[in-house]
């Protein structure tokens, strides 16, 4: 689309929605927010991109790549526990980190697949 | 403290994101299917392994106790039917390898038949009715987007009266969770037992009762809520018929047999009588639909229907021998099942149709293929020695010490048109001449050769009938007295 106004804010939204999306997926550990938000703001800020410019160049990988790593991440978070002994998903807490926050970027990037999935073939549908 | 409840959740789980990262190569995706399918076969025989040994199989997942945290429990009818999904998704998934088109596995036939298996394998697993939803809900939408793969339109027409109905199904199902959590304050289903055992008002919990019925009776397709199988069942390719068929609406057969035993138990001369009734009307129903259709898969639909009837007649008569006999019909009835749409998909390849009229010679043609459709055709009609007959035979044995006559009655009636039905089909298919040239597509022996295995396997449960019906004698113990199964879950007796 050519448009002046739409090329220069998301120039200027698209890093900052990137941005935002990561500290409401960090966020989302003891309050308001988590993966799904976050993933939702993350694939918004792609799709932005994608309005903007060419379909493919707004995003390096393939949406499923970002389902299929998101989807095995969250698998691998509950599997930690089994290895020890620990029924599935029983949360195991680090210093800072967490099998939780593993699950929930997991999640993030599941939806942000989903998400850009269905604009990418809209998008296409329509050009 | 066992992983091992947890493996048939996984395995299908892992092969699908899996498959969703490689989702342009189709090579990688069939094997990660096949080796998936597999191994839920050989996790599914590992845990009845291990139930058989060690008793009923509890996990608290993630460590929240019993009846606040989700459990997922295996008791032997669990185990069952996980190794029984376990095979037919193997099955399904060598016969896919000839069956589905390049262009329904470039849209991902393989990981959302996996999606569909962990599904089914949830619903069997899981010890909370809430989760029993939101599984039976993961297996709907594999199922949804399986029967409208390819986009053709009879499959579409098909798919539109499957999911419609379904929907009115969940609906209910969730208004009937949520009724139930407002009476009982807990969906733990084991927690619910104990509960719903000494409730105040048994005409509510009989209420509630009926609305479960309800809901589990659309998904597996019982008198007067099977309108939807006969009408989407046959549109799909033959693989993805074959796991409906031999599956789908045996989760809901679970789903009835575990509430009816576990949870609503209060007034069982109604409830149980009931199930008795429907019983009885959903063979007739089903066999006389069979007696009236021409298209090979539309008999076995309408088969599907009446066949649930002997299921569901175990449980109407709710005594331990009669419950055997249900999970002996279960075993027998998924594999023959299965195997009958198998064959009508070679017998397609051979003929060129699914229509009987435009079928014909194939006696003369491929004797092997003839016997190969004896045996499941047989076995359905419960023939001796073969699997069928074992399984009506306990039935029929414990509707007799009931004195339930009635039902007897139509089982043997049932049982006869049902041989009627084979026999309409070995005569147009297989005993006349064919009507036509029809130069026959050649059949891939990965199409062979789960048949042939289905086959072997029903001839095998026929002369082994002994161990397989002690396990179903054991699995209905273990139904009728769920002492263990809610000590399993609570931790405690109660």
Request: net charge positive; charged share 10%; glycine share 10%.
């Amino acid at each position: 689309m050519n448009s002046i106004i739409l090329t220069v804010t998301a120039r200027v939204l698209g890093p900052v929605l990137l941005l935002f999306s990561l500290f409401v997926l960090f966020r989302g550990h003891q309050e308001p927010g988590g993966g799904f938000a976050g993933g939702l703001l993350a694939a918004s800020a792609f799709s932005i991109r994608a309005i903007r410019k060419d379909v493919e160049l707004s995003l390096p990988v393939e949406p499923h790549a970002l389902i299929g790593t998101g989807l095995l991440l969250a698998v691998s978070s509950g599997l930690a526990s089994v290895v020890l002994g620990r029924p599935f998903m029983t949360a195991i807490w680090f210093p800072y980190v967490s099998t939780v926050l593993l699950f929930d970027i997991g999640v993030y990037l599941t939806v942000m697949g989903v998400v850009l999935m269905t604009v990418y073939a809209l998008a296409e549908e329509k050009s | 403290m066992n992983g091992f409840v947890v493996l048939p959740l996984l395995i299908p789980l892992v092969s699908a994101a899996s498959s969703i990262l490689f989702w342009r190569r189709r090579m990688i995706q069939r094997w990660l299917g096949l080796s998936s399918s597999f191994l839920l076969l050989g996790s599914g025989l590992l845990l009845l392994y291990t139930i058989r040994e060690h008793g009923i199989q509890a996990m608290q997942v993630g460590g929240w106790p019993a009846p606040f945290g989700i459990t997922l429990v295996a008791d032997l009818f669990t185990g069952i039917m996980v190794t029984l999904a376990g095979l037919i998704g193997s099955a399904v998934a060598v016969y896919s390898v000839a069956n589905i088109d390049a262009r329904r596995e470039t849209f991902g036939f393989h990981p959302l038949l996996q999606v569909l298996l962990m599904g089914v394998s949830g619903a069997f697993l899981t010890g909370d009715i809430f989760n029993l939803y939101v599984w039976f809900e993961v297996m709907l939408i594999a199922s949804f987007v399986l029967l409208g793969l390819g986009g053709e339109r009879k499959q579409l027409e098909g798919g539109f009266k499957y999911v419609t109905l379904n929907l009115v199904s969940s609906a209910l199902f969730l208004a009937g969770v949520g009724l139930l959590y407002g009476a009982a304050g807990t969906l733990n289903m084991a927690d619910l037992a104990v509960k719903l055992r000494n409730a105040n008002e048994p005409a509510l919990v009989t209420a509630l009762a009926m609305i479960f019925l309800t809901a589990f009776g659309i998904k597996a397709a019982v008198f007067p809520l099977f309108f939807w199988l006969p009408a989407s069942y046959h549109t799909p390719p033959v693989a993805i018929s074959a796991v409906f068929a031999g599956l789908l609406t045996k989760v809901g057969v679970y789903a009835i047999i575990r509430v009816f035993t576990l949870v609503f138990v209060q007034d069982v001369a109604y409830t149980h009588g009931l199930i008795l009734g429907i019983s009885a009307l959903t063979m007739i129903t089903g066999v006389l639909g069979a007696a009236a259709q021409n298209d090979f898969r539309r008999i076995l639909s309408f088969h599907i229907v009446s066949q649930i009837g002997y299921m569901t007649m175990g449980l109407g008569l709710y005594t331990s021998i009669a419950l055997a006999g249900s999970v002996f019909y279960i075993v027998h009835h998924i594999i023959v099942k299965t195997n009958l749409f198998l064959i009508s998909g070679i017998v397609e390849r051979r003929t060129g149709s699914f229509q009987l009229k435009q079928m014909g010679g194939l006696y003369h043609a491929s004797p092997l293929l003839a016997l190969l459709f004896l045996i499941p055709a047989f076995s359905l009609a419960g023939i001796p020695p073969l699997s069928g007959f074992f399984a009506k035979f306990i039935l029929i044995r414990a509707g007799l010490e009931n004195e339930e006559y009635a039902i007897v009655a139509v089982a043997l009636m049932v049982g006869l048109l049902t041989l009627f039905s084979m026999t309409k089909i070995w005569a147009e298919a297989f005993w006349k001449p064919a009507p036509n040239e029809f130069g026959p597509r050649p059949v891939h022996r990965t199409m062979w050769a789960p048949a042939v295995a289905l086959a072997v396997l029903t001839i095998c449960i026929g002369f082994g009938a002994g161990p397989v019906y002690e396990l179903s004698e054991q699995t209905a113990r273990q139904l009728m007295d769920p002492t263990a199964y809610i000590q399993a879950v609570l931790g405690v007796s109660r």
